[in-house]
């Protein structure tokens, strides 16, 4: 069973459109994580997540927000989206924050 | 934010040399992790630093934390292709868990 399993894996949508990348982690984790990684493979902290707290990146357009219906869960929802936006977004998660960070596979999204 | 720097950005060297990466930042860490991407993938862990000076090792692979806790440094002796990656140092402290800029290996047969 993947650990950190995100869908879709890939995503093609036009300017403008609201999409939602969605993120299950099944190893009872507290801690859950969106990063963004550019085509320089920069990786850049999103949002760091746990049932107490939501940590957002002040840089983070509010365009984009995480969602979690529970603590297995944590969503990505984007507004109107920009053609700045296409990147890779991967969803992560850890027992608790500082500790080992466990990567999903990564949802290619392009806007067009 | 923070920022957590490696250098260099990109590194090609021939199977067989050796490789070092080097990560900085600006503030003293309580540890750092390092992880490896290899192309098309994710980031996967490979190793935790929390002591001053430490030293640890994992075949090929020396990682080494600073005394001040400030830089690390990722080694890789007789490079392979299976070397081949983008490799990030982590700073964890917090609960932003940020990312260094990263070091894109590529190894020529």
């Given at each position: 069973d993947t650990a950190v399993s995100q869908t879709p894996k890939y995503l093609v949508t036009q300017m403008g459109n609201d999409k939602s990348i969605k993120c299950e982690q099944n190893l009872g984790h507290d801690t859950m994580y969106w990063y963004k990684?550019?085509?320089?493979?920069?990786?850049?902290?999103m949002f760091s997540y746990n049932?107490?707290?939501?940590?957002?990146?002040?840089t983070v357009p509010n365009r984009f927000s995480p969602k979690s219906p529970d603590k297995a869960h944590l969503n990505l929802h984007i507004n109107?989206?920009?053609?700045?936006?296409?990147?890779?977004?991967?969803?992560?998660?850890?027992?608790?924050?500082?500790?080992?960070?466990?990567?999903?596979?990564?949802?290619?999204?392009?806007?067009? | 934010g923070q920022q957590v720097m490696q250098i260099p950005q990109y590194q090609h060297v021939q199977e067989g040399e050796d490789f070092t990466t080097y990560c900085n930042s600006s503030t003293t860490?309580?540890?750092?992790?390092?992880?490896?991407?290899?192309?098309?993938?994710?980031?996967?862990?490979?190793?935790?630093?929390?002591?001053?000076g430490e030293v640890k090792k994992q075949k090929r692979l020396t990682f080494q934390f600073g005394e001040a806790?400030?830089?690390s440094s990722?080694?890789?002796t007789a490079t392979q292709t299976t070397?081949?990656?983008?490799?990030?140092?982590?700073d964890p402290t917090g609960n932003q868990f940020y990312f260094g800029t990263g070091t894109s290996l590529t190894v020529i047969p």
């Amino acid at each position: 069973d993947t650990a950190v399993s995100q869908t879709p894996k890939y995503l093609v949508t036009q300017m403008g459109n609201d999409k939602s990348i969605k993120c299950e982690q099944n190893l009872g984790h507290d801690t859950m994580y969106w990063y963004k990684q550019d085509s320089k493979k920069f990786l850049k902290i999103m949002f760091s997540y746990n049932n107490k707290e939501l940590i957002i990146n002040e840089t983070v357009p509010n365009r984009f927000s995480p969602k979690s219906p529970d603590k297995a869960h944590l969503n990505l929802h984007i507004n109107s989206l920009e053609l700045g936006d296409s990147a890779v977004y991967f969803c992560a998660s850890s027992q608790v924050f500082g500790n080992t960070i466990y990567f999903g596979e990564g949802s290619w999204l392009t806007v067009v | 934010g923070q920022q957590v720097m490696q250098i260099p950005q990109y590194q090609h060297v021939q199977e067989g040399e050796d490789f070092t990466t080097y990560c900085n930042s600006s503030t003293t860490l309580s540890n750092i992790q390092w992880y490896k991407q290899r192309p098309g993938g994710h980031p996967v862990f490979l190793i935790q630093l929390v002591k001053s000076g430490e030293v640890k090792k994992q075949k090929r692979l020396t990682f080494q934390f600073g005394e001040a806790k400030k830089n690390s440094s990722l080694h890789i002796t007789a490079t392979q292709t299976t070397d081949v990656g983008t490799y990030f140092c982590a700073d964890p402290t917090g609960n932003q868990f940020y990312f260094g800029t990263g070091t894109s290996l590529t190894v020529i047969p």
